[in-house]
């Protein structure tokens, strides 16, 4: 059993930055994709990245590029989530997930976090 704990949300001013973590415990996480997803209020969970077992593929939706930043430590089993240049309808409630392929991970994960808010003023 993979379990996952999510953090590093906060409340920060647009064009600020942010790094989230995901911390893994129980099983490691080393042999799965992870990937991070976020919701906004009255929206559905949206596709932000995603890096494969050795973090040399990583994944991003067109709407993703440029500001967002995938990464993993697997001697931490951690991955982590960049975010630059905040921008106020980047807030959400960003979680991370883990399966074992990207299409798993992209369609319906297995493991998922609780979630870190992340809250960008104007």
């Known amino acids: 059993q993979v379990q996952l704990v999510d953090s590093g949300g906060g409340l920060v001013q647009a064009g600020g930055s942010l790094r989230l973590s995901c911390a893994g415990s129980?099983?490691?996480?080393?042999?799965?994709?992870l990937g991070w997803f976020r919701q906004a209020p009255g929206k559905e969970r949206e596709f932000v990245a995603a890096i494969n077992w050795s973090g040399t593929i990583t994944k991003y939706p067109d709407s993703m590029k440029g500001r967002f930043t995938i990464s993993r430590n697997n001697a931490k089993d951690t991955v982590y989530l960049q975010i630059n240049g905040l921008k106020p309808e980047d807030t959400a409630v960003y979680y991370c997930?883990?399966?074992?392929?990207?299409?798993?991970?992209?369609?319906?994960?297995?493991?998922w976090g609780q979630g870190t808010q992340v809250t960008v003023s104007s």
């Open positions: 997930a883990a399966d074992t392929s990207f299409s798993k991970v992209t369609m319906k994960a297995d493991y």
């Open positions: 129980g099983r490691t996480l080393s042999p799965h994709v």
